[in-house]
């Protein structure tokens, strides 16, 4: 049987096929890289807005106050008398709060009115966790970053965000 002949590959095309194995891997390797980088660099600036933070590290827009009520360990504090909410009350007002939440402009009027159904800072905080436990964000960041949104991502104002603080901070505890 008969083969036929591998013609001999001279230096110059060794180097021609070398370089250009080199500079596949190269520009395959930097294309890898810089959207491994985009996509961090993407998650911390979405973070970033998230939070109301700019490139100065100052809030962009009018922050909520809301001391104690948002932690979601906070009705944990509650004395027995206590008037609370059962955990499925708490999930369903967490998930009503985050149907409401939109990326083109949330329902703030309905969140606001969710937020009036409860009464205390505990309860608040009882749905603070529903809602961590169910989608794994913090409420009340959540609040800050929807609530009076623009369709563009711009905050407008903070007229619903004032109400929901205003609210809040004159809870009772417990």
Same mark, same amino acid.
């Given at each position: 049987?008969? +083969?036929p &002949? #591998? @013609? &001999?590959i001279n230096t110059n095309d060794r180097i021609i096929v070398w370089g250009s194995i080199v500079l596949i891997v190269s520009i395959t390797t930097l294309v890898i890289v810089n959207r491994i980088r985009k996509g961090v660099i993407r998650e911390q600036i979405l973070d970033d807005i998230k939070k109301g933070i700019n490139e100065e590290g100052t809030a962009t827009y009018t922050e909520i106050k809301y001391t104690d009520a948002f932690e979601k360990d906070f009705y944990k504090k509650a @004395? !027995? $008398?206590a008037v609370l #909410? $059962?955990?499925a009350q708490a999930t369903d007002k967490a998930k009503r709060l985050y149907g409401y939440f939109d990326k083109a402009? !949330? =329902? =703030?009027?309905a969140i606001v009115e969710v937020i009036k159904e +409860? &009464? $205390?800072k505990a309860q608040i905080s009882q749905v603070a966790l529903a809602y961590y436990n169910v989608y794994k964000s913090e409420l009340g960041a959540d609040i800050q970053f929807y609530v009076d949104k623009t369709i563009f991502g711009l905050h407008s104002g903070s007229e619903h965000r004032q109400i929901i603080t205003d609210y809040v901070n004159a809870l009772p505890n417990f």
């Open positions: 049987m008969n +083969l &002949k #591998i @013609p &001999k @004395p !027995s $008398t #909410i $059962t955990a402009g !949330s =329902d =703030d009027e +409860l &009464k $205390t």
